[in-house]
């Protein structure tokens, strides 16, 4: 399984960026997808979750209402969509696939998640 996270980049509050996550090796369509990051010296952070169709989102505290998380089964990528930056959104951002399938639950917790990508740093800028 290879999900290969991009998009990150260094951006000024207030400002917008969009990361994608392309998964191969694995049947994209079936497994909840999740953003995590982390910042340095803190735990990794739950960011959004979607459900395998679509359906359903699930955001952390700290991004809802500001990031939007989206899917596209045909191209086998998820995205997070991040506007009204804060420097406290700073952080490397995770992409990870679900370890159940077709699952209506959607996870929060990082042990849910049985496939991670490399990450991608994301900066803001005050």
């Known amino acids: 399984v290879q999900l290969q996270a991009s998009g990150g980049g260094l951006v000024q509050a207030g400002g917008s960026l969009r990361l994608s996550c392309a998964a191969s090796?694995?049947?994209?369509?079936?497994?909840?997808m999740g953003w995590f990051r982390q910042a340095p010296g803190k735990e990794r952070e739950f960011v959004s979750a979607?459900?395998?169709?679509?359906?359903?989102?699930l955001y952390g505290d700290s991004v809802n209402g500001r990031f939007t998380i989206s899917r596209d089964n045909a191209k086998n990528t998820q995205y997070l969509q991040m506007n009204s930056l804060k420097p406290d959104d700073t952080a490397v951002y995770y992409c990870?696939?679900?370890?159940?399938?077709?699952?209506?639950?959607?996870?929060?917790?990082?042990?849910?998640?049985?496939?991670w990508g490399q990450g991608t740093l994301v900066t803001v800028s005050s």
């Open positions: 990870a696939a679900s370890r159940d399938t077709f699952n209506g639950f959607l996870e929060s917790r990082d042990r849910d998640y049985a496939s």
């Open positions: 979607i459900s395998w169709n679509g359906g359903n989102r």
């Open positions: 090796g694995l049947t994209f369509s079936i497994h909840n």
